[in-house]
């Protein structure tokens, strides 16, 4: 099994910058493609950014050039620095482990959240 705990969110004015971690728990953190999603209210939880095992990256059009994901596997740590934040970004941003990202499948394994407000 696998544990994943959310950290970084808060409250950012348009243009600003938040970096979320996600900490895992378990052996095989390696081997895991990890993924950030995120959720507002009423809205489908949306795939953010994924990273495979060995560091290849994709992002939804939205946050192109403005989010960047990253890992490091001694630390059990996936990270996503968001840049120029905008209202549209708020939502409450999850960590997902071990799903088939290039498909839109996740697994069951989920942090429990952190809030990110983007607001003036």
């Known amino acids: 099994q696998v544990q994943l705990v959310e950290s970084g969110g808060g409250l950012v004015q348009p243009g600003g910058s938040l970096r979320l971690s996600c900490a895992a728990s378990g052996s095989r953190f390696s081997t895991y493609a990890m993924a950030w999603y995120r959720q507002a209210p009423e809205k489908q939880r949306e795939l953010v950014a994924s990273i495979t095992s060995s560091g290849r990256t994709n992002y939804v059009d939205s946050v192109k050039g403005r989010f960047t994901i990253s890992r490091t596997n001694a630390k059990k740590s996936v990270f996503l620095q968001m840049n120029n934040l905008k209202p549209e970004d708020t939502a409450v941003y999850y960590c997902?482990?071990?799903?088939?990202?290039?498909?839109?499948?996740?697994?069951?394994?989920w942090g429990r959240g952190t809030q990110v407000t983007v607001s003036s």
């Open positions: 997902n482990a071990g799903g088939d990202y290039s498909s839109n499948y996740p697994s069951n394994y």
